[in-house]
């Protein structure tokens, strides 16, 4: 069992790679709650014996104030304390909520991820974003808290769903296409079928995306500059995976692919890169298109927590592998979504 | 209107002193949003004109989260973003709720307070501590951070009743106690009703109390150690505060005089000086016993954030004006409750 140190500027985070769930237990100073979803505890529950378990529903639908409420009766009743430690053992929403309940309970409690999904092992688990959404808008409440540490079980992928392996190369297409041209290549050589097949190319994928991620966040952690690329596709993909329920994968593609349409527009990226944008995408089993509702869409943009006065950062390509961010108008925007959408 | 700083180590707080109302907008660098009760509003809502108010039931009962939610939805209503500034105008439910907004709406945003009350004056608004109550346990979720501006306009406490000038000065009392026995001694030789008579006097005295407490929070921001001592009177306090519906004074005033029977046990502080303390609380009009529900107290106590394994973090007094934090098991402390309480 290797580890390594995320050193994020707020507090470090100690990564365990190839690391076996069992091992988990003797690596922690005292007391430990894990809190979990009804699909992990079917499919992982033996597992999880070591600790009391806080289970909640699975899905994005419950990423709310509700859950973090019930989450919360749970702890004070089941005794947790500031020398407890919080596990979140799951996917994006369960690391999301975990991370967030350990900032706020107390005033702040010790907490680690345990991510079981390729989104979570490349993305939700890293970087200390945290939070709930509230109604239709995305992690409008939240937190900047880094977990005390990762780790890494590459064994409890083998209980994914297909459609999880899809969501999560979302996120690894993203890394490709605002940092990563050689990672991009990569893929359009590979599928996501060879990873699941092959724990050991998996591992190597999975970190090289962690890496890439975490390497953003120790230069930005608060999200003043460079960290904002890796909301690349997020903007739109945002305000249409509440408004049309899609997972979270399919909402971050038409969002990638609505991006590199504007990039056409505005930051010189090329229509034959736009394609190869698009075939990746589809290789990978991901939607490219969507008919939305372009005045439910905008209004949702301006609630975005990106939005600054009356311009939204959006993140655009000038090349694959090449990202920047481009404030643009709101009234620029509308015109945008009419004409090129 | 003179400025200082209080050098916080995770974000400096200015200080605006003798600064009316009115003068307050000019400033604030963009868009601020007030958040208020409607007893300030009645009072001073000509003053604050100038903002869009969201406006909060008054009272300890409405520190929850359900009163969270509601800010959170009509500051999504009202358009706030990341380059918005929240300002509290209250008391301490007041600054201690939207502190804690605040610090979660979309992950953290610019506040600031105005407090209006001499118990937000002196200790609510000060060091960075918010939260809301979950049932009978107080502050059980919030955050440690820090407002950018703390606004003391003496002025407004000409509307603020009797009973919370007497609320207020429990505090007051409590500085004295742990760390300042000259101003114990000032105290017994004056009045709250002197301070509420004379601006200047009063002024004076609550300068005094935020430097006393803002030296602590400089020192031990995140309650390591020194910043416990300032816990005074609040463990028996917080229990029988939600569990009777105290005002926060009258709970601190019985937990004060609890915690000096434990130092009469424990500590070595002299009966004589317990009796000096209570005549001082009642002089100020405060309770000095109630007759609770032992059982229940103890199970409040277990729930404590102040809790370590089997152990509570007491602060005990020595002296008038010399405190200290000792470790009382929880055997120990139910025995305590029984004999000497």
Known sequence: MQTTVYPFPSAACTVYHDAPLSALKATLPGRAIVVTDQHLMDAHGDQLSDWPCIIIP????YKTQATVDDIIEQLIAKGADRQTT???VGGGVVTDITGYVASIYMRGIRFGFVPTSILAMVDAAIGGKNGVDV???KNMVGTFRQPGFLWYDMALLQTLPDAEWINGFAEVIKHACIKDADLFAWLEQHHWADCKADAALCAELV???SDIKAAVVVNDEREQGER???????TIGHAVENLYQLPHGHAISIGMVAACKLSEEISGFASVEKERMVQLLQRYGLPTHLAFDKAQVMDILLKDKKKVNQTIHFILLQAIGQSQVVPIGTAQLADLLEQVL
Chains 1, 2 share one sequence.
């Open 58 to 61: 699975p899905g994005e639908q």
């Open 135 to 137: 109604g239709l808008y």
């Open 207 to 209: 970190r090289r995306n």
């Open 86 to 88: 919080l596990i979140g």
């Open 228 to 234: 904002k690329l890796l909301n690349f596709g997020h």
